[in-house]
């Protein structure tokens, strides 16, 4: 399999329940980001991840929980959240390192939807 | 802090040209970037300029960079049903290794 791959493709979820995102690239990069889509509004990135160090979290709420165990995985944990985080959560990577081009390629994303 | 900004709808008749544009506040911009974003899927890297050039063109995208108004465009030619989409423009400015700063989307329409 080629690119970053998300799954799962569309989750539902209540406000009590635990559930994680996962991500994978397949492109041997160093860099791993989360963004959050929510209708009208631009992309907002929560998560950088570097060589496996986190170096940027965009002020996000403490029930996202980011998780980097290499640099081909990336997780998000979902805990507690509120309905107006449902979005689509996409992920993305790049060669990373600073000073470069540092294109960024996406997965698919996941669709939450939060009751 | 950094801003990027693009109209929210365009529609073009099938077989014209289409023109998508972008301005951006920061003026140390290294790379530009445009992506497109089908429904229901992810964002597809479309093509990207370096900001020492004014000009990239590849196949049926043109990207213009205008540095002085720091006004970015992508041009489609022979736009198709198949370019209907979400266009973002995305910057990355010096100061910061791997982040990019992404425009609202340009939702573009093509009607037969």
């Known amino acids: 399999e080629t690119g970053v791959t998300q799954t799962p493709r569309h989750l539902v979820m209540g406000m009590t329940n635990k559930k994680s995102l996962k991500c994978e690239q397949h492109?041997?990069?160093?860099?791993m980001y989360w963004y959050k889509q929510s209708a009208k509004k631009p992309l907002e990135l929560m998560f950088v991840?570097?060589?496996?160090?986190?170096?940027e979290n965009n002020s996000v709420p403490s029930r996202f929980s980011p998780e980097c165990p290499n640099s081909s995985h990336l997780f998000l944990h979902l805990h507690t959240l509120q309905p107006e985080d449902s979005a689509l959560y996409l992920c993305?990577?790049?060669?990373?390192?600073?000073?470069?081009?540092?294109?960024?390629?996406f997965g698919p994303g996941t669709r939450l939807l939060v009751l | 802090g950094e801003d990027v900004e693009q109209s929210l709808f365009l529609s073009v008749r099938e077989g014209d040209s289409s023109v998508i544009n972008c301005t951006y506040t920061?003026?140390?911009?290294?790379?530009l970037y445009w992506y497109k974003q089908e429904p229901g899927a992810g964002l597809q890297l479309l093509t990207y300029?370096?900001?020492?050039?004014d000009m990239k063109q590849d196949q049926r995208l043109t990207v213009l960079l205008n540095k002085k108004d720091k006004h970015l465009s992508l041009r489609i030619a022979d736009t198709q049903t198949g370019d209907s989409a979400i266009y973002f423009c995305?910057?990355?400015?010096?100061?910061?290794?791997?982040?990019?700063?992404f425009g609202t989307g340009t939702r573009l329409q093509v009607t037969l």
């Open positions: 993305a990577s790049s060669p990373g390192g600073a000073g470069g081009e540092e294109t960024q390629y």
């Open positions: 492109l041997g990069h160093n860099a």
């Open positions: 991840y570097n060589f496996k160090e986190q170096t």
């Open positions: 920061d003026s140390s911009s290294t790379y």
């Open positions: 300029i370096f900001s020492n050039m």
């Open positions: 995305a910057e990355k400015y010096t100061g910061t290794a791997s982040k990019l700063t």
